[in-house]
Nanobody, 125 residues
């Protein structure tokens, strides 16, 4: 069982930055690949980024490539999402998720077994 808790969301002006954190419980965190997804009102949940168990491999959705960076600290059981050059269209609830396949860089929701409760990010124009 893995519990995930996101933090770091908030209100920021366009062009600004935020760093999201996702703290995981359990001793198996370092074996899981991790992902970030987001969901805007009235839209489907969208893939943002994924990172493998070691942190050496990452994968990004096209809409955030070059602006967002995913990273992890296995000693702290935490995965991060650094978001730069934020745009109003980045406004959404951001979720982290854990994939039991440690080398998976999966953009599909069904690949993830555990989910956090989400944190709101609002970007004003």
């Amino acid at each position: 069982q893995v519990q995930l808790v996101e933090s770091g969301g908030g209100l920021v002006q366009a062009g600004g930055s935020l760093r999201l954190s996702c703290a995981a419980s359990g001793r198996t965190f370092s074996t899981y690949a991790m992902g970030w997804f987001r969901q805007a009102p009235g839209k489907e949940r969208e893939f943002v980024a994924a990172i493998n168990w070691s942190g050496r491999s990452t994968y990004y959705g096209d809409s955030v490539k070059g602006r967002f960076t995913i990273s992890r600290d296995n000693a702290k059981n935490t995965v991060y999402l650094q978001m730069n050059s934020l745009k109003p269209e980045d406004t959404a609830v951001y979720y982290c998720a854990a994939n039991r396949r440690g080398d998976a860089l999966d953009s599909h929701l069904v690949g993830y077994y555990y989910w956090g409760q989400g944190t709101q990010v609002t970007v004003s124009s």
